[in-house]
């Protein structure tokens, strides 16, 4: 009987991975159709960022000409990045019901004996600066270029 119990419960558990799997190909597919725009310098600079942060169209208004040609390319900076933050707020937006649906399903460590928790090992994705390259300092202790391996401890 507890067999039978069993075969159920991963029955049951694969129909809620079968159908987050789903969700997450629908919200991929949503994702890929974000657009954010922003605006700048009084609304004489617009940028218009696809999903990944891209800016995909820049319009200036009629009277641009009153700003120099600094002042022009700051407010292009300034609009494609507040775009980009806000269509980037619109995707954490969509995958947060997956994210809550993932958080409550076991893992896999704790349904295998012996099988390390891979959650606690996979790195956190991080923002890319908005800092120009001149303002960047350059690390020399770069992690990222570290090997790294599921029995790492750190």
């Given amino acids: 009987m507890d067999n039978d119990r069993t075969k159920a419960d991963f029955a ?3 129909d809620t ?18 657009v954010a ?8 600079v617009t940028v218009t960022c696809n999903a990944d942060g891209v800016p995909i169209d820049t319009v200036f208004s009629d009277d641009i000409d009153d700003l120099d040609y600094d002042d022009i390319a700051m407010a292009v ?17 969509l995958i947060a019901p997956i994210r809550t649906t993932r958080s409550r399903l076991p893992s896999l460590s704790s349904m295998v004996e012996g099988l390390p928790d891979l ?6 994705p991080q923002r890319a600066s908005f800092d120009p390259l001149s303002a960047r300092k350059k690390n020399e202790d770069d992690s990222r270029n ?9």
């Fill in 17 to 34: 991975v079968n159908g987050h799997i789903r969700s997450i190909a629908d919200a991929q597919r949503k994702r890929t159709e974000l």
């Fill in 77 to 93: 900076t300034e609009a494609a990045q507040d775009a980009a933050a806000k269509v980037a707020k619109m995707a954490e937006e």
């Fill in 146 to 154: 570290r090997p790294w391996s599921v029995a790492d401890d750190d």
């Fill in 119 to 124: 959650s606690v090992k996979t790195p956190e």
């Fill in 12 to 14: 049951d558990l694969m």
């Fill in 37 to 44: 725009t922003a605006s700048a310098e009084e609304g004489r």
